[in-house]
């Protein structure tokens, strides 16, 4: 197994993709570190905060000496313009870019080699819904913040994002227009993420850095219009 002993940090890992990636890399023969807001088995603390990335990344190269992937997938909060405030919003680009930020920069003299990072973006670092500034212009500043990295720590560590369209990390099956709206005429799960960290990480993904997939089912790529693909425009009344 590649990833046997290999050392796994993953920043949100206590749910959703976070912990599916975790259950992956350990069923692969990893050691995985998880830092997380919520209670639970793992390292428990607030990214947004410089002391709790200094305090966890010393725990880590205290415990193991060095890392071989950081998974930089917590999520920011989402929040529009009509009511985000200038905090949130802060703390929105606290999580979402500066966190990984930090931790590739306390880790970077610690990455083993053959190192990764892997960043979470989203389909919304191109395409927006109304109100969601806050989660948007993090996962457009991350997605930029991949190919500055990739430059910076380039012969030391690959570091690349996934863009993750519609993924559904819990037991609900979607059909009709929720699903048909993708191409492949279903919405995502957590592997489909998954599996391509995996291969990131792995040796086979050797040659690819700087770059940012999207996985999204293909519904980026679709143009639709109302009356379309089970699609109509209903407008509100205000």
Partial sequence: ????????????????????????????????????IADGDHFVGDISQKSVLETFAYYVIEKHGHIDYLINNALPIMRGIEHCTYE??????????????????????????????????????????????????????????THALAVSLAGKVRVNSISPGW?????????????????????????DIVNMILYLCSSKAGFITGENICIDGGMTRQ???????????EAENK
């Fill in 223 to 233: 143009m639709i219009y109302h009356g379309e693909h089970g699609w109509k425009l």
């Fill in 1 to 36: 197994m590649e990833f046997q002993d290999k050392i796994v940090v993953i920043t949100g890992g206590a749910h959703g993709i976070g912990k599916a990636t975790k259950e992956a890399f350990e069923a692969e023969g990893a050691i995985v570190e998880v830092i997380d």
């Fill in 167 to 191: 993924i559904e990390t819990g037991d609900t099956v979607y059909e009709g227009p929720d699903a048909s709206q993708q191409l492949v005429g279903r919405v995502g799960n957590s592997m």
């Fill in 88 to 145: 949130e919003f802060a703390y929105a680009m606290a999580v979402g870019v500066t966190a990984p930020f930090y931790l590739s920069k306390l880790f970077s003299d610690h990455f083993a080699k053959e190192g990764c990072i892997i960043n979470l973006s989203s389909s919304r670092d191109r395409m927006s819904q109304p109100q969601t500034e806050s989660y948007s212009a993090a996962k457009g500043g991350i997605a930029s913040l």
